[in-house]
């Protein structure tokens, strides 16, 4: 998808492969063929740029076609470079300005919890986003709230469009600040499937308050010539880099074991 777009978002994409797979076909209870559904699950991408990785997994679990993914970025696509509501079904919020979807997430965790609805609200979000005060008001807000209903995963892949996150805006300790608002921390390795599925049956069982859950990934992870190297943050590959990342991630996926 991003060697034919000839740009995008690589590194962090394919860092959450893991997280989205998880999501899509463990946890989020949802209806490919109703993407309208009441009682579904809410997905909120508050960092759209990564949006590669929710199409794949969105067309893998049955929403459109997956031909239409070689259409990602192109001139009059439903694959817009940062998601639409309302051009493509399945897409709950359309994202661009990184620091917003907490903020949305909360809100319809809100009126979730008012209305007694039984459905939940996840909210992938990134690390460097957290340079953004908004993320920290919503974090306030959803405390207050006792926001149960609302589940956040946060791409802690330590990498940002200028270099890494530390380096540019210190964040840590990130598990303790969430804790000092009053929310329920979980910390998982972001690559390991059964950890990711623990941590949010454990979030949905936190009833009074929200969860945080930090997935430490690698961004661009098993492409040996991408992992942790933040000038592939918005980079797609060349014609050479797509072939060779094409077979190392091939190679991992046979790592696996017997999978379909």
């Not at 959450?16 to 989020?28: E, G, H, M, S």
């Not at 070689?70 to 998601?83: A, E, F, I, V």
């Not at 929200?210 to 997935?215: L, N």
């Amino acid at each position: 998808m991003l060697h034919e777009a000839k740009s995008g978002h690589s590194a962090g994409s394919i860092g959450l492969a893991d997280i989205f797979t998880a999501l899509y076909f463990n946890v989020l209870n949802h209806d490919p063929k109703n993407p309208d559904w009441q009682n579904r699950d809410r997905l909120i991408l508050s960092n759209g740029h990564v949006c590669p990785v929710l199409y794949a997994t969105m067309a893998e679990a049955g929403y459109f076609p997956k031909e239409e993914l070689m259409t990602l970025r192109k001139l009059g696509t439903r694959l817009q470079g940062h998601p639409h509501r309302g051009t493509l079904p399945g897409i709950e919020n359309s994202s661009g300005p990184l620091g917003q979807g907490l903020s949305i997430a909360a809100g319809m965790a809100l009126v979730a919890k008012r209305e007694k609805k039984s459905w939940k609200v996840y909210c992938v979000c990134s690390d460097g986003e957290h340079n953004e005060g908004q993320i920290w008001e919503a974090v306030m807000f959803a405390s207050k709230y006792k926001l149960g209903n609302l589940i956040a995963i946060m791409d802690r892949n330590n990498i940002q469009i200028d270099g890494f996150t530390e380096q540019i805006m210190p964040l840590e300790p990130l598990g303790e600040k969430y804790r000092s608002f009053g929310w329920h921390v979980i910390e998982v390795d972001g690559h390991n499937m059964q950890q990711l599925i623990n941590a949010c049956n454990e979030a949905k069982r936190v009833i009074e308050r929200p969860t945080m859950i930090i997935a430490h990934t690698v961004p661009g992870k098993a492409v040996s010539f991408m992992e942790f190297l933040t000038e592939w943050h918005g980079k797609s590959p060349g014609d050479k880099e797509t072939i060779d990342a094409l077979s190392e991630l091939e190679t991992e996926r046979k790592s696996y074991g017997n999978i379909d």
